[in-house]
């Protein structure tokens, strides 16, 4: 799980030196790249690429891109750790979802959990006023549709290999970011063309070694951990990009990931 949030900080960290890129663009590079790894892996232990319940392969593409794409844009707007911070609200909505389509019950010490999360993004919302509302509503979107990719890989459970679920949604980002980004094309210089192609190695390790750790340990052990994103991207800021966190601000991300920590190792308990 360490592994996995370096990989996902450096895939952070790449996103914001690339805000001069539309997020579109950023949506196509981070998918194209990642494409060499899951067809590599498929073809090679000769799994079937098409898969099965289809439908929802689509549709969990379709709501996983629309997550990615409003993530890379509040990166324009906001700080990437407070970003970070701010997409982890998924869980919470998942959640939420999981009562109408998956008739699931959230005990009521996770709704207290859940309202110390958002008692934290209130604090970032209205003490901290450097934050940009608009970047605000695109990562609080983008947390509600990766709550629905949650539901939606609750659907297809394991019928399909995970790989399989992840090329699914690699191959739908590939085609919407680069149609959506065809109008406003930058040409990669330099350097640059090595970033983009590590946006899809990052992102790609940081899923197979999260789903590693959690098939290895149990969830209560591994969830906490998977945190620790947001205190790299964080550190990564302020080093990289001279970023600067208000007190107000570093409240706010402590209870949203104290909140959703302390939920998680509960779901584990349970």
Not at 16 to 33: D, G, P, T, W, Y
Not at 231 to 246: D, H, K, P
Request: charged residues 10%.
């Amino acid at each position: 799980m360490l592994i996995s949030t370096l990989a996902f900080a450096s895939m952070n960290a790449i996103v914001k030196h690339l805000v001069h890129m539309n997020a579109f663009q950023i949506v196509f590079f981070r998918s194209v790249s990642s494409l060499f790894f899951t067809f590599g892996f498929l073809l090679k232990n000769k799994i079937p690429v098409l898969g099965t319940n289809r439908k929802l392969l689509v549709l969990r593409g379709l709501v996983g891109v629309t997550s990615m794409s409003l993530f890379f844009m509040s990166t324009k707007y906001l700080p990437i750790g407070t970003a970070v911070s701010l997409r982890y609200m998924a869980p919470i909505f998942a959640g939420v979802f999981a009562i109408y389509f998956l008739k699931e019950k959230i005990k009521p010490l996770q709704w207290l959990f859940f309202t110390m999360a958002f008692v934290g993004v209130l604090i970032l919302k209205g003490f901290d006023t450097e934050l940009d509302g608009f970047g605000l509503l695109l990562v609080f979107i983008s947390a509600v549709f990766s709550g629905l990719v949650y539901i939606v890989i609750s659907k297809i459970g394991k019928s399909n290999h995970p790989v399989v679920v992840v090329n699914y949604f690699m191959v739908i980002s590939t085609i919407v970011g680069g149609i959506l980004s065809i109008n406003n094309w930058v040409n990669p210089k330099g350097i640059e063309w090595l970033m983009v192609f590590g946006l899809g190695m990052f992102g790609y390790f940081g899923q197979v070694y999260m789903t590693k750790a959690f098939q290895i340990a149990s969830t209560n052990q591994v969830a906490p951990l998977k945190y620790l994103e947001v205190i790299f991207t964080l550190l990564i800021g302020a080093l990289l990009f001279s970023e600067v966190y208000t007190l107000y601000s570093l409240l706010g991300i402590t209870m949203i990931i104290f909140g959703l920590i302390l939920n998680a190792m509960y779901k584990g308990k349970k």
